[in-house]
């Protein structure tokens, strides 16, 4: 396993990720037990994961409170990262809709204490705001608020998850000039790389890391959704219509060529395609089995994609049509 630096913060990080929602929510098509999900924390501690990513609202702090449990003696040996912003408590979670957002002081303050007491510990290496709009991003008072944090020392440095879905870009240029964020979170994967191309540049520039998510395009990239899939209603996949699982598999062709010149499948091709990218500190695909963990970091090998093959993909992408992009209104 390799490690990254997580931007100016200095942290080092797996640059294979646990993304800790799928153990909390079956959002996946799967339901995990919790026992089941201790194990796939221990077995990704044990393939030299030592950065697990989750979130308050996932599971109404379910998430959080196993990743306690299953790392309640081993607090140095890992690095936690949670998000914050979301009031969850008297209300259902569906899907893609979101739910009501706070990023007040009291509000923070409450959802960090809470973050704290389930996680088992007295810091956060890493807090953040989930899913924040550009008038966020521009209060100045919801970072004064987190910079005082950092001051204490509850919480090493922050970082702002943009979502929901793709898109978010000025939201994220702009998060990457405050001085306690080292990290911006957006879905990127070869097949969706705008806004990400961007956010990685600006983060090189800036000394920020980018988090990526979704990096096997929703299963497109693993060989799990095909024209024949039929997704649930209630999968968080299910925004996913027929037409992009079509156009998608269509891309997937054009770039099995440059996968089997470098003796690569297009998972892999895919993840060494993101670990390859300036910027890039950590990814964070979505597994729902230990032997997924497994599989994954087999690919953390070391091998990278050679530049004329990133270039490759890079005026392949080119060709291909745009896609819309999420946006705060007034940033549209």
Known sequence: MNYNRLGKSGVKVSELGFGAWSIALDWWGRKIEE?????????AYDVGINFFETGDMYGKGKSEKII???????????????KYGYNFERVEQVGHSELPQQFDEEFTRKALRNSLERLQTDHIDMYGLHNPKLNHIRDESIFNVLDSLVREGSVKTCQVALGPAIGWMQEGLEAMNKPNVSAVQTVYNILE???GNELMRKAEENDVGILTRVPEASGILTGKVTMDTKIDEKDHRSVRKGEW???SLQKVEQLRPIAERNGLNITELAMKFIMTKKGFASVLPTVVSEEEIVNYAEITDGQYIPESDMREIAELYDTWPSYELKATPQAS
């Not at 026992?35 to 077995?43: I, S, T």
């Not at 306690?68 to 949670?82: L, N, P, Q, W, Y």
């Open 68 to 82: 306690g449990e299953a790392f309640k003696d081993m607090r140095d040996e890992i690095v936690i990262s949670t």
């Open 35 to 43: 026992d089941e999900a201790k194990r796939m924390l221990k077995k």
């Open 245 to 247: 699982i079509k156009e």
């Open 193 to 195: 790389q705008t806004p």
